[in-house]
């Protein structure tokens, strides 16, 4: 009989999720894929990740006698249609959610873009402009270079559309959320009451580092994203890839800081989802609001 997962974590991109699967993966009684090819396999979602049911499913056959087995996409917390989908196959699965200020993660998933080639839009602020146009093309959602919802860099830091969809699919003991602060702040602790929350012994202590760290900006953008598309071609694959780790290797800068009139007006159009998603959770997100 395969190993079904019974927890997920679901977002959201940018968050600290990397992280978070390296600290319970090394739980012995909990089971996620090794691979970080495959940490993120979305099954659960309409337009990205695996199809295949069965091939989805072989990502755990090594869970053996695991209690918990899980694993981690966040595209589960932007796909409208995802908490439904894990609800209907799984319903006494857990939800764990990893949620950071809106303002900093939108333009750490529009760093991350940049550098792994999906986007070409520079500068942010430009990339924030077009996400209207980008929302209401219907050939954009279905043919872009990765994944729709990422490409919504404000839209996808609304949390409390996202958040409402899988209390009203699950109980609330079946949900956990936390914030990228404990999880930076004091790891161990916040790890060991996931532990806990999975019904495995809460007091293994996790080897705690930070992962999936911010990277250097590359110089040429749109170059850059080009060569992501030449790789992505099988003839090409072998030339696009080494063209694009010379680019990624020789053509790079430190991404500057937010320009503050930025932060300030992002800041200004996440505040009213702030409050709702503080009052929803009943969590203090007040530090959020400076």
């Known amino acids: 009989m395969a190993n079904i997962p019974n927890f997920f974590i679901v977002g959201a991109a940018k968050s600290g999720t990397t992280s978070l699967w390296m600290y319970l993966k090394q739980h012995p009684d909990i089971f996620m894929p090794e691979d970080n090819r495959s ?12 199809d295949d049911y069965e091939q989805y499913l072989s990502l755990f056959d090594g869970a053996a006698d695991c209690r918990a087995i899980g694993e981690a996409s966040t595209a589960y917390l932007t796909s409208p249609e995802s908490s439904s989908l894990i609800r ?7 939800i764990i959610v990893v949620l950071r200020n809106p303002v900093d993660r939108a333009y750490s998933l529009y760093r991350w873009m940049v550098n792994h080639g999906y986007e070409w839009i520079s500068p942010f602020e430009k990339a924030l402009e077009i996400e209207t146009v980008r ?6 959602y279905s043919n872009n270079p990765l994944y729709y919802y990422n ?20 109980q609330t003991d079946q949900i956990k959320v936390i914030l990228l602060e404990d999880l930076s702040h004091r790891p161990t602790e916040t790890v060991q009451e996931i532990y806990d929350f999975l019904g495995v012994d809460p007091n293994f202590v996790p080897e705690v580092k930070v992962h999936n760290k911010a990277e250097l900006k590359p110089v040429f953008i749109k170059l850059h994203s080009k060569l992501r598309v030449i790789q992505k071609r099988r003839f090409f694959s072998r030339a696009g890839k080494s063209l694009f780790n010379l680019n ?25 989802d702030i409050e709702l998603t503080q009052e929803f959770l009943k969590m203090d997100l007040r530090h959020w609001l400076k």
């Open 248 to 272: 990624v290797n020789l053509f790079k800068l430190k991404w500057p800081k937010m320009a503050l009139n930025t932060r300030v007006f992002l800041l200004e159009k996440y505040r009213s």
């Open 135 to 140: 929302k209401n093309d219907k050939s954009f």
């Open 151 to 170: 490409y919504l860099y404000f839209e996808s830091g609304l949390y409390f559309k996202q958040i409402s969809r899988y209390f009203k699919e699950f």
């Open 39 to 50: 940490k993120e396999p979305a099954f659960f979602c309409n337009i990205h990740g695996y």
């Open 88 to 94: 209907a196959k799984i319903p006494d699965a857990k």
